[in-house]
């Protein structure tokens, strides 16, 4: 992600709200030019249509290499019915910026069927997170190579090796299901988010490059650990989805920040009773591409949107995206990747699509 985000097409300027149709960016007002964010709409031409009448089933994450290339982990949960007009696309499917198909792999005997998350670490390989496997893989970048496999597939962190079993929060390299990878680019290090669901570890572990255990630190008050992420500057982000936050953690465990990620229903719920989890309101994260990672993309379930935090104070820059089932709309967004040129990913589980939102013209 070397561009400036201040070098882009479209520079940063005051935000406004605007009644636009759901491909357009909704912005909250801002009353400091410093405070504003680019506006996103979505660009209905990527991807290209899938060949060989691929379909797809609930997308697990989607991640961005050096190359701006797209990397979507497919779970293959399509309704049976769809294979009378298709064929079942690959796991793993690789698009160029342009949005054409050119790559696609996953063998069903070492990935997991429940994919979650994907990373590319400086080197250009790619780790894969599978949530109820208990393990994380390492892969060659075209997929032809399984590098490292740390953890062990169908054997859990759990008193008794299953996702029944009570999770044991243990210090070592084993899983209950992890859900995020991220490769410390100074030294190798690979940080893993895990516990993507409920009853599950509540942790983010540490390995060196061999996948040896090197520490850890339990997050007892967090219902889910579902993202992981960490900035240049070495702080750790950890996604707390049902609790409407995003933590700061240094590299040693030390909490050093909350950044709230509000929310609250656009339909008011019926006197008396309490408004209904979607899915929470920090489900993933990624920053924009400018030096200091300005601005923090974050995935509210809840509200059906990508929210824009500028990253150092906290301070809402406004959000685009909203529920729905056409272009630039969700049905249950769950992973998000911004590449070098500002442009931000979403990858759809129930709604089974990747969006691409490009930076709108002036």
């Known amino acids: 992600m070397g561009v400036e985000f201040a070098s882009m097409k479209t520079i940063f300027r005051t935000a406004t709200c605007a009644a636009a149709f759901a491909v357009a960016a909704v912005c909250s007002p801002v009353s400091h030019a410093q405070s504003a964010a680019p ?4 660009d209905r031409a990527w991807p290209k249509p899938l060949p060989n009448r691929w379909v797809l089933g609930g997308l697990g994450g989607v991640c961005v290499d050096g190359q701006d290339h797209v990397l979507i982990l497919n779970r293959q949960d399509v309704v049976d019915g769809d294979l009378n007009g298709a064929t079942l696309a690959p796991k793993i499917i690789e698009f160029d910026p342009a949005g054409n198909v050119v790559n696609s792999w996953g063998d069903a005997t070492l990935l997991d069927p429940r994919l979650h998350s994907c990373h590319f670490d400086k080197d250009g390989n790619v780790w894969i997170a599978a949530a109820p496997s208990g393990m994380v893989q390492k892969y060659t970048h075209d997929g032809s190579r399984l590098l490292l496999t740390i953890g062990k597939k169908g054997e859990l962190d759990s008193s008794d090796g299953t996702d029944k079993g009570k999770p044991l929060n243990s210090p070592a390299a084993k899983f209950f299901m992890p859900s995020s ?22 942790r983010v572990a540490v390995m060196d490059r061999t996948g040896k255990f090197l520490r850890q630190w339990v997050i007892d008050d967090m219902q889910t650990v579902h993202c992981l992420t960490m900035a240049r500057d070495g702080m750790v982000y950890v996604c707390d989805r049902m609790g409407s936050a995003v933590r700061v953690y240094d590299k040693t465990g030390s909490l050093k920040r909350t950044i709230a990620v509000p929310w ?60 729905g089932s056409f272009p630039g709309e969700f049905n249950q967004a769950h992973g998000i990747a911004v590449d070098s040129k500002g442009n931000v990913y979403v990858a759809e589980n129930r709604g089974k699509r990747i969006h691409k939102f490009k930076i709108a013209d002036s």
């Not at 923090?296 to 150092?312: H, K, L, P, S, Y």
């Open 264 to 323: 609250k229903p656009v339909t008011p719920p019926p006197a008396g009773q309490q408004a209904a989890q979607s899915g929470g309101s920090a489900v993933a994260i990624d920053f924009s591409p400018d030096a200091n990672q300005r601005i923090m993309f974050v995935i509210n379930q809840n509200n059906g949107q990508v929210d824009m935090i500028e990253r150092a104070t906290g301070r809402s820059l406004g959000s685009f995206g909203r529920p």
């Open 39 to 42: 506006r996103y709409e979505a």
């Open 181 to 202: 990878i991220y490769v410390d680019r100074s030294n190798g290090d690979v940080y893993v988010s895990d516990g993507e669901g409920a009853n599950t570890n509540r």
